[in-house]
């Protein structure tokens, strides 16, 4: 199986544990760099992005994940976790940074305050419905030409789900759903590179 870290020092870190094991994969807490190099593939978590940086630097993570992902690691990113992984962000507080490698522009609490959270079923990837939970989402404002759209929300408005490469994000928690698709659709990225 697959070793696959999960960035853990702030997010919902045990319930992706719990989805990736159930996926099939040995997941493992990551909180400093020497961890980071043992892993396959990366989970960032949902949880709060401003707060994802400033502990990413001062744990002197950042300039590693961005190394690695560099470097071609598969990732992928779960609502603070897709708005880490994005190339550009809007709505960020001063001087917010991410760790990029999607070629996108993502929004922060996108989805406003009179819908905080809700629930969907969306279609992802083709692979039929999946259970969307978005709390405090951030939604895909523009995508480049490298990045493939794996789900929208809102009547197909929004998009919500995205890969490039080996990098996956979505603005949704499907780790707070009984329902491991994405998992085991990110445990193949990883397999598969
Ligand atoms: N609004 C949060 C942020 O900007 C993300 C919320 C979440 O991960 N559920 O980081």
Redesign the pocket.
Known sequence: APTIGVFALQGDVREHTRALEEAGARAVAVRRPGELEKVDGLVIP?????TMWKLAEIFELLEPLRQRIKGGMPAYGS??GM?MLADRIEGGIEGQQTVGGIDMVVR??AFGRQVDSFEADLDFAGRGAIRAIF????WVESVGSDVEVLARAEAGDRIVAVRQGPLLATSF?PELTGDVGVHSYFVDMVREL
């Open positions: 949902g949880g709060e992005s401003t609502c603070a708005i922060r609490n709390i405090r989402a951030p928690h």
